[in-house]
C-alpha cells in the first residue's frame, strides 16, 4: 500500500524514526491502531450513554463518559 502524507505529517513521521521508535511503517501502523482504539472508546460510550438504567450505580459512570466521550477520546491521541 502507498500512501501520501503532508509534510508536516511526514516530518514528524521521520522524528519518530530517527528517535529509534521503529520505522515509518511502524509509526504509521501504532497511529492507525490507536485510532480503532479511540473510535471503539467513542462506539463505547454512546452505547453506555444510550443503555443507562437509574437503578444501577455504574450509569453514573456511562452518563459522565457519554459527556466527556469528545475530550477523553481526544486525550488517547
Known amino acids: 500500500m502507498t500512501i501520501r502524507v503532508d509534510e508536516d505529517l511526514a516530518a514528524f513521521i521521520d522524528q519518530a524514526v530517527t528517535a529509534g521508535e521503529g520505522s515509518r511503517a511502524d509509526v504509521i501502523n501504532r497511529a492507525i491502531r490507536r485510532?480503532?482504539?479511540?473510535?471503539?472508546?467513542?462506539?463505547?460510550?454512546?452505547?453506555?450513554?444510550?443503555?443507562?438504567?437509574?437503578?444501577?450505580?455504574?450509569?453514573?459512570?456511562?452518563?459522565w463518559?457519554?459527556?466527556?466521550?469528545?475530550?477523553?477520546?481526544?486525550?488517547?491521541?
Open 35 to 63: 485510532e480503532i482504539r479511540r473510535r471503539g472508546a467513542e462506539r463505547d460510550a454512546q452505547i453506555y450513554a444510550r443503555s443507562t438504567d437509574p437503578d444501577l450505580e455504574s450509569d453514573a459512570y456511562a452518563a
Open 65 to 77: 463518559a457519554a459527556g466527556n466521550a469528545v475530550r477523553l477520546a481526544s486525550e488517547l491521541d
